[in-house]
């Protein structure tokens, strides 16, 4: 089971992915998940671990997200290996 912390950074940096509509729809068309699958699926590791592999995988929206959310970028990506069983949190 992931820690809580690094699910409740995950939902935060989904909230902000989603807040600007074309990163959201490059996020939806990026992962293949449609706003319905999102909703559905918010408590699942592999869902949030693919909201913030999609900020990894652009660096300039990693940065971003990580100032708006006041953490390090290094922190979207270590809460990413944990969701993804990877490293601890």
Known sequence: MPDTNADALAL???AWTLADEDRAQRLID???????DLRARL?????????LGF???HEP???ACAADLGVP??????????LDGGEPW
């Open 30 to 36: 990026t992962t293949g998940l449609f706003p319905d």
């Open 55 to 57: 900020l990894e995988n």
């Open 73 to 82: 970028p290094e922190a979207l990506v270590a809460a990413r290996r944990a």
């Open 43 to 51: 408590d699942e590791p592999a869902v949030l671990g693919a909201a």
């Open 12 to 14: 935060q940096a989904l």
């Open 61 to 63: 929206d990693l940065v």
